[in-house]
């Protein structure tokens, strides 16, 4: 029964549940009682880790724990080295040392300890941080999750939690500054908390809703925030009690790349009063407008951000050139410290400042910004996820040492994802391994959007922020897998990871914002949104159909398993889950069914009115699934939380049609990948090869009858509707029943028409590689036959989700087949990513031994070829030459840095597809 919270769990946390009860381990609930709570200190975070695990426990075992004032036999004894005076002697009476945690930045240890026959259980932290992560380690040990409130993750009842005997565990995080920036927030956040504040000011985000962020970062064990700072809301020190909120968490508040000195530009610059945001032509205002935040928070515990853009999310007033803005941005940086040094009384060294090269800043400060040895440098992905720069030698050297601002949601081009959290986790690992490996280990910021639902990408961040080495890049479907057993129980995680590594898996060929082809910031477009454009998902072609048929897989996943779960489980499996998954396969359906719509009505196709209905339905769906999350579930606590078209963009937007055919005259017959449809000749169809498994789909734009006739024993068919007026009729190769290679020939019989075509089935069992089907052969990266040096394969990334990362110097080869002599393509398909610190990210190519080039994968920032690669997150780079028919070996050697390697294809038709179907085989 899941009311044990998972077996498996409980023994990895070192906690014994009460089915299996061995009592000689320390009972942190025994019969309903949760053991007493002896703190012995005053720090204000601890008092409200305290509180938050008094009413875990109560809700877990019914009553809160008593707090006593000494320490006796079963009681816990918290206390912070912070304030040694009072827990020193109790750490000498009982024989706790203290040297796991001391010296050490927001450490604790938690150790079962015994004296004259008695017991408890120590949790000490090396600072009041600490500590108050060592308590609410207590209520993850009582099996509460960190989103018990977040994600509706209702706690369980039990009577009896044993820790396991002798029970000792110490922890500190890897990265010293943990936290999210709270961004984008107009169309989710911002509403549902002014609801949730009960506030008549739009945008008001108080400290209730601010609490309550507070608590999961403590749950979450970050210990920083990036408030909201869109205009739509009220700025965070404009608000009454955020303040204090913070300092009652112990959470640090800094501010992002474009607000200097804790001050949020759009909702607290004043023209009026300050003049204009010009560091040249109004110095005195800007420092004084700086000058009163620096004084408002001179006693408490704050990042303070450097340099300076523009008001919002755009370039500096006052220089033009990039020399002038690279002088100016030293001008400014030295006024910056001079202030913070001369208002806040202390050496500016020990004062925790960033600087952000975000965006345009990246050229002024590679152009020559002079940072102070003691600022930290922030670097940052280019908002799709790839990370854009990092330390070189020179640079990791610093004492200010470095960080990373990193995006799961974003608003900006080429295009907006704020509606789903669909980023592939293992892009997010990879990434963060790949910053801490360069010295990155100050502060981790994550970009959430507005928090739902990105839930589970914030816990994984911040748990890699925690204890990088746990979390693995190759081990994210573990960790994943773990936390939905914690969440959903054992017996649902297994299929749910299973179902949540596709779903990122297709959202890496494309996200759901992105399937309305269309862009914003377009240059030469009025208003620089561009309309819903035809995907490169052909209507005539597999990829389409078989990308529809992924996604009502796991919708009937989805719902399977949701039947499975307890009641109190459905609302988190709704958040978490199903609204994330069903959001996406329908936005994929209501797009590609249009398409459909306007392909087959260009062919006087009677189906493109069916199509044009089943768009609808999908859009239809999408609102009655976003009504649900914000009027039922939770009991409506959601409430405009959920918005289905932030921005109102196109791609969100019911679909609009012209006039559909009506009448039409024959039946059509149309293959996968031909370029018209079936005529009266005999059609050959690509052939069948035993290694690929592949299927070959004839479309039927018809409502009569169909027959399938004269097949041979070794070929099946079958006929699948997709509308009245079109099935696909489906062949595929039984290999048990033919022999090597054969040639036949089968026909349809529709409305009284019969069309020929002619079939062909390959046994390549002896022969080596990846075997070529309709003029394409592709492997996934995980499928090199010889590898020289490091080679990594990572679960869950890139199109393939079978992507590996090939260490500098690191050779990896593939053998493909080409099935035709001639001109051929031979294609490396990367993850976009960023050189480090150098100027370019090179591959050399070899093609059966020979040498073919280096090529670099290295895209400008904002350019077209950029735009294309993060859309679809594929860098392809290769070669057009003369290929022999048969085996080609394809070597691929990473010259500057690591590489990610999604996978190789070899097409002779020179056709470049979007998918690559060797890359899931």
Not at 533 to 542: P, Q, R
Not at 568 to 581: C, G, H, K, Q
Not at 757 to 776: H, I, L, Q, S
Request: hydrophobic share 40%; with cysteine.
């Amino acid at each position: 029964m899941m009311l044990r919270i998972g077996i498996l769990l409980f023994w990895t946390l070192g906690v014994v549940s009460s089915v299996s009860a061995a009592r000689a381990g320390f009972p942190l609930v025994r019969d309903g009682r949760p053991a007493p709570v002896c703190y012995v200190g005053g720090e204000q975070v601890v008092k409200t880790a305290l509180a938050i695990y008094a009413a875990d426990a109560e809700r877990v075992a019914g009553e809160a724990p008593a707090r006593c004032d000494a320490p006796g036999n079963a009681v816990v004894v918290v206390g912070s080295l912070s304030e040694r005076e009072r827990l020193d002697p109790l750490l000498r009476a009982w024989g706790v040392s203290a040297k796991a945690v001391e010296g050490r930045w927001e450490a604790f240890r938690i150790c079962e300890a015994s004296r004259n026959g008695e017991r408890a259980l120590f949790v000490v932290g090396s600072d009041p941080r600490g500590t108050a992560y060592g308590v609410l380690e207590l209520s993850r040990l009582l099996g509460v999750s960190p989103w018990e409130w977040w994600a509706d993750v209702a706690p369980r009842r039990v009577r009896n939690v044993t820790l396991a005997p002798g029970y000792d565990r110490a922890e500190a995080p890897s990265v010293q500054y943990r936290g999210i920036f709270l961004n984008d927030e107009d169309w989710g956040l911002d509403p549902w908390g002014t609801r949730y504040e009960g506030s008549d000011v739009a945008g008001e985000l108080g400290p209730k809703t601010y609490s309550r962020i507070f608590e999961l970062l403590l749950r979450l064990r970050a210990n920083t925030l990036w408030p909201a700072m869109h205009a739509s809301t009220v700025a965070f020190y404009k608000v009454p009690g955020n303040r204090e909120a913070a300092e009652r968490y112990g959470i640090v508040v800094g501010t992002s790349h474009c607000e200097p000195m804790m001050r949020n530009n759009v909702g607290e610059w004043d023209g009026a009063r300050y003049g204009a945001y010009n560091f040249v032509t109004n110095r005195a205002g800007v420092l004084r407008y700086w000058r009163e935040r620096v004084l408002e928070v001179a006693d408490d515990e704050n990042i303070f951000t450097l340099g300076m853009r523009g008001i919002h999310d755009g370039e500096m007033a006052g220089a033009v050139t990039l020399d002038e803005q690279t002088a100016l941005t030293n001008e400014v940086i030295r006024a910056q410290r001079q202030m913070l040094s001369a208002e806040l009384h202390r050496p500016v060294d020990g004062i925790p400042q960033t600087f952000v090269p975000y965006k345009e800043v990246l050229d002024i400060y590679d152009n020559g910004v002079e940072l102070p040895e003691d600022v930290t440098l922030m670097w940052c992905d280019d908002n799709y996820g790839y990370v854009t720069r990092l330390s070189n030698a020179a640079e990791q050297a610093r004492s200010g040492g470095a960080g990373v601002y990193y995006h799961v949601s974003y608003y900006g081009k080429p295009h907006d994802y704020l509606w789903l959290a669909t980023s592939q986790p293992a892009l997010m690992a990879a990434e963060m391994r790949r910053a801490w490996d360069c010295g990155a280990r100050k502060i981790w910021i994550l970009n959430v959007g507005d928090l739902k639902p990105a839930e589970y990408h914030t816990e994984l961040f911040l748990d890699m922020a925690w204890n990088t080495d746990a979390v693995a890049p190759e081990k994210v479907g573990e960790h994943q897998l773990r936390w939905l057993e914690r969440e959903f129980g054992p017996d649902v995680a297994p299929r749910a990871a299973l179902l949540m590594r596709e779903h990122y898996r297709l959202a890496a060929e494309r996200k759901p914002e992105h399937m309305g082809w269309s862009r914003i910031q377009q240059p030469g477009v009025r208003g620089g949104i561009t309309p819903v454009a035809d995907t490169e998902y052909g209507s005539f072609s597999a990829e389409a159909f078989d990308r529809v048929a992924a996604y009502e897989r796991l919708q009937h996943e989805v719902r399977q398993l949701e039947a499975m779960l307890p009641a109190d489980r459905r609302d988190a499996w709704f958040e978490l889950v199903r609204y994330p998954v069903e959001g996406a396969a329908l936005m994929n359906k209501k797009w590609l069914y249009a398409q459909h719509a306007r392909r087959y009505a260009a062919e006087g196709l009677v189906a493109a009115g069916e199509y044009v209905e089943a768009s609808r339905q999908a859009y239809d769906s999408i609102c009655l699934l976003t009504d649900r999350y914000n009027g039922e579930i939770a009991g409506g606590k959601w409430r405009e939380m959920m918005s289905m078209s932030p921005r109102s963009l196109p791609v969100f937007a019911a679909p609009v049609f012209g006039e559909m055919p009506r009448v039409q005259r024959a039946p059509v017959l149309w293959a996968d990948g031909a370029g018209k449809c079936i005529g009266a000749d005999t059609t050959e169809l690509p052939c069948f090869v035993r290694s690929t498994a592949n299927t070959v789909a004839v479309n039927l734009f018809s409502a009569s009858d169909v027959r399938v006739e004269s097949l041979p024993v070794w070929l099946k068919a079958e006929v699948r509707g997709c509308m009245p007026s079109h099935r696909r009729i489906v062949f595929r190769a039984d290999f048990s029943r033919c022999r090597r290679t054969e040639e036949r020939v089968c026909s349809v019989l529709a409305d009284g028409r019969r069309y020929v075509f002619r079939v062909r089935c390959a046994d390549d069992r002896k022969e080596p590689g990846a075997a070529m089907t309709d003029g394409v052969a592709s492997v996934a990266g995980s499928g090199y036959v010889y590898a020289r040096g490091s080679v990594a394969g990572i679960d869950g990334l890139g199109q393939s989700g079978r992507a590996v990362r090939l260490a500098k110097g690191c050779r990896a080869e593939y053998l493909l087949r080409n099935d035709t002599a001639g001109k051929a393509d031979i294609v490396a398909c990367f993850l976009p990513q960023h050189p480090a610190a150098a100027k370019t990210l090179r591959f050399r190519l070899t093609v059966d031994g020979e040498d073919r080039g280096l090529f670099d994968i290295r895209e400008t920032f904002g350019e077209e070829p950029w735009k294309v690669n993060v859309l679809r997150n594929q860098a392809r780079r290769g070669v057009r030459l003369h290929l022999s028919e048969g085996v080609h070996r394809i070597g691929v050697e990473p010259v500057d840095e690591a590489m990610l390697l999604d996978g190789i294809f070899i097409d002779r038709l020179h056709r470049n597809p979007y998918v690559l179907q060797g890359f899931t085989r």
